[in-house]
């Protein structure tokens, strides 16, 4: 634990100074370095994909990449990185409003997020500068002149990205994981990818962990329960669960519970990867 917390420590001061120098900063503190390589490898295989199929059908067209939900900036430094590899035409969006996502003042949503993961709590508690963390990194990453942030909620830039008759190549969603707010993005941004006889936008995100259907491998729960306890916890962000006996050393498993209930109401439109990494079925 001593060196835990040494090691925490160590990377605040490390990132304050970085941050001074306007260098890119990795703040392990606020949990930077969550990209596994597993779900890296996933998510680098479906934008070659995209940007393979891109490349065959629009030629001289601008590949449009946006992200939901940024934090620091690690996804959008992966994606960005590869697609300025690939393509001379390009445009990065991405989206966050980077503010507290629950009332100071609401009591019950104040337990509610104490109740959360560390991550969650943390993130909401230290936004403000996370953000100009996020400002940071991104001005250091060479297509910095091809990317620009929207700071507002995702329905919000869904609104203006559609006024303004933008069609997507790829969206990449990892926002707010309750279900309402997956539902929303999901279905919002789904409209507005590129669409045509030859070629269609791709829909992703990170963070479906557990499907419906593993209900019976991993609980006693019948799947009218089931479906009962995913309803009941859908405003929630992240949940453990009690599993059958031998399922791993402490016969619990952790899921986001929003992912899990919505994907099971649009069964057979989504593939789900071990990384958690997820993608629309085209």
Known sequence: MIFKKINLLVSFIK????????KEVKPKYLFYGQLQKKREKD????VNSQIDKFKS???????????????LGESLKLFGNR??????????????PYSEFLDKNDKES???????TKTTYLMNKRISKIYNYFINNVSNYHFKHKHFHLRMTSDDAFKLLKSFNIKL???????????????????NYSTILKNESNYSGLICGDDYEFSFDQYNKY?????????????????????????????NKKNKIGFHPGLTLFF??????IKRFDSGFWKKIS
């Open 219 to 247: 609980f006693d729960y019948s799947k009218e329960d089931f479906l009962a306890i995913l309803n009941q916890n859908k405003t929630k962000d992240y949940i453990f669960l009690k599993t059958k006996a031998g399922i």
């Open 169 to 187: 190549d790829f969206c990449y969603v990892d926002g707010l994981h309750y279900y309402q707010n997956i539902k929303n993005d999901y279905l």
């Open 83 to 96: 697609i300025g590899n690939e393509l001379e035409n390009f445009l990065l969006i991405s989206i966050d």
């Open 57 to 71: 059908k629009k030629n001289n067209e601008t590949f449009i990449f946006v992200e939901i939900g940024s934090y």
């Open 264 to 269: 099971n109401e649009i069964d057979g439109k």
């Open 110 to 116: 104040e337990e509610n997020l104490v109740n959360q």
């Open 15 to 22: 990132t304050s100074y970085n941050y001074l120098l306007h």
């Open 43 to 46: 998510m680098l295989d479906a």
